[in-house]
């Protein structure tokens, strides 16, 4: 039973980067300095994000952000999370 706990450990130690690589080639083949990607679920792809807005994420204040541009007439969903609507009501404004 040990020897099968091992033999799947050590395969999912070398299979586990090999998924994760694959995955990020399909951003870009050379992103520059300072570009910010975020793995989207839905669509399962990576999408670039402004860095700005992911410095407001960072500094927990994006809800506010949201809220912000949802007063502002913009059809925005109040998740805390960036999302396709925040990407862009952030992206216009």
């Known amino acids: 039973m040990k020897n099968y706990i091992s033999i799947i450990s050590i395969l999912l130690l070398f299979l586990s980067?090999?998924?994760y690589s694959q995955n990020f080639n399909k951003v870009l083949k050379k992103p520059n300095q300072g570009d910010v990607f975020c793995y989207n679920n839905?669509?399962?792809e990576w999408t670039k994000i402004d860095s700005e807005l992911y410095k407001i994420k960072k500094?927990?204040?994006l809800e506010s952000l949201q809220y912000k541009l949802k007063n502002l007439n913009y059809d925005v969903?109040?998740?805390n999370c960036i999302d396709k609507?925040?990407?862009?009501a952030?992206?216009?404004e």
């Not at 609507?85 to 862009?88: A, L, N, Q, R």
């Open 85 to 88: 609507k925040t990407i862009e």
């Open 59 to 61: 500094e927990g204040k």
């Open 90 to 92: 952030f992206e216009a």
């Open 42 to 44: 839905e669509t399962k």
């Open 77 to 79: 969903d109040i998740t």
């Open 17 to 19: 980067p090999n998924i």
